[in-house]
């Protein structure tokens, strides 16, 4: 009888000692996870950053156009390298991104290193073109330029039988570059402020 029970007891060693190690598993399959997750979210996180500090471009941009160098009639009607800005629309890869932003020698020819705006850190750069979407320089007009066209009652005068105002339509893109090699591209289309 001694014997049945020390078999009994030695059996319930060996499913603790089971039990245990898929407990361990377990644990370090839950540990991996939490870790892998932590380092997604870390990295989303990264991005949004660079995204928001992207928008200084922006902000930038629609100051120039606002009262700085672009504010002035004609001020657009031709490249200015200086500033960054063609004044026919550049050309794309497929994704819709200016080939500038991804060549040096390109970007060295329509725009210059400059106007790059550091980040709040000194590790994020942004670089950026300003293209007009026409096909050709010179004054623009509905000819040879993408015009925004307002909406109905936007600032057409009522029964005077004219067409609402249309506007010439801007494109402004954008390379966020990051530390460990990481960028984020931004793309913002946009008229001419009053």
Not at 45 to 69: I, W
Not at 95 to 103: I, T
């Amino acid at each position: 009888m001694h014997t049945t029970k020390s078999r009994e007891r030695g059996v319930v060693l060996i499913y603790t000692l089971i039990i245990l190690l898929i407990l361990t598993i377990g644990a370090v399959a839950l540990v991996r996870s939490m870790h892998t997750s932590l380092f997604s979210a870390g990295n989303l996180a990264f991005r949004q950053d660079l995204v928001n500090q992207g928008e200084q471009a922006v902000a930038t941009v629609v100051t120039q156009f606002k009262t700085g160098s672009f504010s002035t009639p004609g001020a657009t009607d031709a490249d200015n390298k200086a500033l960054n800005y063609s004044s026919t629309a550049l050309l794309t890869n497929g994704q819709g991104v200016p080939n500038a932003l991804l060549d040096k020698n390109i970007f060295n020819t329509v725009a210059s290193h400059v106007n790059d705006i550091v980040g709040a850190t000194p590790d994020v750069t942004m670089i950026y073109v300003i293209d007009r979407m026409c096909s050709s320089a010179g004054p623009s007009n509905a000819a040879i330029c993408l015009q925004s066209i307002a909406a109905p009652g936007g600032g057409s005068t009522p029964g005077n039988g004219l067409p609402p105002p249309s506007a010439t339509v801007y494109r402004l893109s954008v390379r966020v570059d990051g530390p460990r090699n990481t960028q984020q591209f931004l793309q913002t289309t946009f008229t001419k402020p009053d």
